[in-house]
């Protein structure tokens, strides 16, 4: 019997199968000597243990179209990360870590500012010159006054998108006014486990409609890049593409280097500073990490 992953937390994974229902289940052992873990989203097949009970084990995971580590979901299409415009100030350096992350992914980034009901038509503006032109289409709205929400709407359609962000921006709020029914979901799943409803712990399947869902998953402090070099660090900077072939040096890091074309674009405002200053943070961490062959 095939079905999806929509949750995993304690060693236990939901399988969902179609016109059937949700199945709780555990992996084979023999996952665990391969070294893989089934993720939320996988494609699997299930051996049934008692269909009154809907348990069952998993026997298979099925080819992925492509697995993320942070957040651990599978066979995505995009991905939706939420920050707040005020309350709390948005962490750019959080923000660009998560876009590097999508971009090596090669996964489309959609980034939503929250509490636009609270914040100045400035603080807007400086929100989309910073991130208009870096390669994602950036939107604001209200979870509490719930506007902008139908737009977002508009754009999960047909597609499976994972939603992140930190904590305490609004994204379950967000999630449930997309998909009110969630959280009576979520409990009906849950209720061997007993926790809090209002913080996300495990990343989750939600359905929207047909052929849409979204991946909730848990709020995120910090993210590490540190799998990437400083040489490729560059090259998540889409907005750079543009101005490097203007850089007097082949291989121009855009730090200290005279005639740079990335320097130059930024000074007149065609790059954001802000983004250009985050580089500059991650490019002098990656430069500090000591790598070992």
Do not use: W
Not at 70 to 75: G, I, L, T
Not at 95 to 111: K, V, Y
Not at 125 to 148: D, H, K, M, P
Not at 216 to 225: M, N
């Amino acid at each position: 019997m095939q079905g999806k992953i929509i949750k995993g937390i304690a060693g236990f994974y939901y399988v969902h199968v179609e016109g059937q229902g949700t199945y709780e289940c555990r992996a084979k052992g023999i996952f665990r000597k391969d070294g893989v873990k089934p993720l939320v989203g996988d494609d699997v097949l299930v051996d049934v243990l008692d269909d009154a009970q809907m348990t069952g084990n998993i026997r298979e995971i099925l080819p992925r179209r492509n697995a993320l580590l942070r957040p651990a979901v599978a066979n995505v299409d995009q991905a939706l990360v939420i920050f707040a415009i005020v309350k709390p100030q948005p962490n750019f350096n959080l923000l660009d870590r998560f876009l590097i992350r999508m971009e090596r992914q090669g996964l489309p980034t959609i980034i939503c500012f929250n509490k636009q009901d609270i914040a100045s038509a400035g603080e807007k503006e400086a929100l989309r010159q910073a991130y208009g032109i870096c390669g994602c289409r950036v939107l604001f709205f209200s979870a509490l006054e719930n506007e902008g929400v139908e737009e977002i709407r508009a754009l999960l359609q047909g597609k499976t998108t994972t939603v992140a962000g930190p904590s305490g921006v609004g994204k379950s709020s967000l999630i449930n006014r997309l998909s009110p029914q969630a959280g009576m979901e979520t409990g009906a799943i849950s209720r061997k486990i007993e926790r809090g409803r209002h913080t996300t712990r495990h990343s989750e399947i939600i359905a929207l409609g047909e052929a849409s869902y979204i991946m909730d998953t848990p709020g995120f402090t910090s993210l590490s890049i540190a799998e990437i070099t400083k040489e490729e660090l560059g090259q998540y900077y889409p907005e750079f593409v543009q101005y490097e072939p203007y850089c007097r040096f082949s291989g121009c890091a855009h730090m200290s280097e005279p005639s740079c074309g990335v320097k130059e674009a930024v000074e007149d405002g065609r790059i954001s500073r802000v983004r250009y200053e985050n580089y500059r943070v991650l490019y002098q961490e990656l430069k500090d990490i000591k790598r070992y062959d």
